[in-house]
């Protein structure tokens, strides 16, 4: 079964660095990735996907991902966080069918001044 | 357009009772997905209705059930609450396939006492 692992539970990091949330893939067969991020007391909202074509995908609010099949990766960058990032961001493959999604545990990004 | 929307936002009742959760998906979307949001278990698929039938479903007791009517609208039911019930639940609609997008609600809190 496919399924997704994000290796940080929480990432701080400091206004206008840059940052990389990591997440690994578990499949042998095409994929359908996605990052989403969820602010305090929201929803999910997409960042980006990835479902062929191009391994640079760019999403909104200056992120960006690549998919790396030989790594089985999918990390999402930003060369520079703002305050307003700091977030909940999870990755997720759709999984069983239908629209099924298996998210991973999600990472937490802390933006500090 | 008018996004994924939820009610009630919030909710506590008491062990043994029973919940239903309402959602409205986006105009034009048949497919409505929910979601348990625990800090234990993190994100956690109910369940996917599409045209008004079940397309998958997740690891959960027979509880918890739902189902979807002919304008999309779904609902979904909690029978005998437990405590471990008190959960963030989300519906998330989408199109019809695995690439779409999924747009999701902000979400009802559930607090069981």
């Known amino acids: 079964a496919q399924s997704v692992t994000q290796l940080d539970s929480q990432v701080p990091v400091f206004e206008e660095a840059p940052v990389e949330l990591r997440c690994n893939y578990s499949s042998s067969v095409s994929v359908y990735l996605f990052w989403y991020v969820q602010y305090p007391n929201q929803g999910l909202q997409l960042l980006l996907k990835?479902?062929?074509?191009?391994?640079l995908v760019k999403g909104i609010n200056g992120f960006e991902a690549e998919f790396n099949k030989s790594q089985t990766s999918f990390h999402l960058r930003k060369p520079s966080v703002h305050i307003s990032d700091t977030a909940e961001y999870f990755c997720?493959?759709?999984?069983?069918?239908?629209?099924?999604?298996?998210f991973g545990t999600g990472t937490q990004l802390k933006v500090e001044l | 357009k008018a996004g994924v929307t939820q009610t009630p936002r919030y909710l506590i009742k008491t062990r043994g009772q029973q919940v239903t959760l309402s959602c409205s998906p986006i105009?034009?979307?048949?497919?409505v997905s929910w979601y348990q949001q625990t800090p234990g278990q993190g994100l956690q698929f109910l369940f996917e209705y599409f045209s008004e039938t079940q397309r998958n479903k997740g690891n959960f007791p027979g509880r918890f059930s739902g189902r979807q009517f002919s304008n999309s609208r779904s609902e979904m039911n909690v029978s005998t609450l437990e405590l471990g019930d008190s959960a963030l639940y989300l519906c998330?609609?989408?199109?019809?396939?695995?690439?779409?997008?999924?747009?999701f609600g902000p979400g009802t809190r559930l607090t069981v006492l």
């Open positions: 105009s034009g979307h048949r497919s």
């Open positions: 990835y479902l062929s074509g191009s391994t």
């Open positions: 997720a493959v759709p999984t069983g069918g239908g629209n099924k999604l298996t």
């Open positions: 998330a609609s989408s199109l019809e396939r695995a690439r779409d997008t999924q747009y």
